[in-house]
């Protein structure tokens, strides 16, 4: 499984983003799909998560009620849609495939996805 992450850029605080995460293979579908995101020289953090057929998400209590994750299947296609946007949301944002396929698996922990994107920056201004 490949993944391409896009839709970052610079916005105002208050603003709103979506980032898409494109998969290749026929996989894709089956897995877990989660976005996570990362300030330089700080740990990647976790951000949401979503299963395989939508019917579980996560989110960081940071983000809860400001960022929906989406899945598309048929476009094999996640998609994080950020809301309210704040300064402290600025940092390269990455998707992350994983788990067992087809199976109710979701995890917060970074270590329990197998592929990862590129990332793609969110920059905030005050």
């Known amino acids: 499984v490949q993944l391409q992450a896009s839709g970052g850029g610079l916005v105002q605080a208050g603003g709103s983003l979506r980032l898409s995460c494109a998969g290749s293979?026929?996989?894709?579908?089956?897995?877990?799909m989660a976005w996570f995101r990362q300030v330089p020289g700080k740990e990647r953090n976790f951000v949401a998560a979503?299963?395989?057929?939508?019917?579980?998400?996560y989110y960081a209590d940071s983000v809860k009620g400001r960022f929906t994750i989406s899945r598309d299947n048929a476009k094999n296609t996640v998609y994080l849609q950020m809301n309210s946007l704040k300064t402290e949301d600025t940092a390269v944002y990455y998707c992350?495939?994983?788990?067992?396929?087809?199976?109710?698996?979701?995890?917060?922990?970074?270590?329990?996805?197998?592929?990862w994107g590129q990332g793609t920056l969110v920059t905030v201004s005050s």
């Open positions: 293979g026929r996989t894709f579908s089956s897995y877990a």
């Open positions: 979503i299963n395989w057929s939508s019917g579980i998400t």
């Open positions: 992350a495939a994983g788990g067992p396929p087809g199976s109710s698996f979701l995890s917060r922990s970074s270590m329990m996805y197998d592929y």
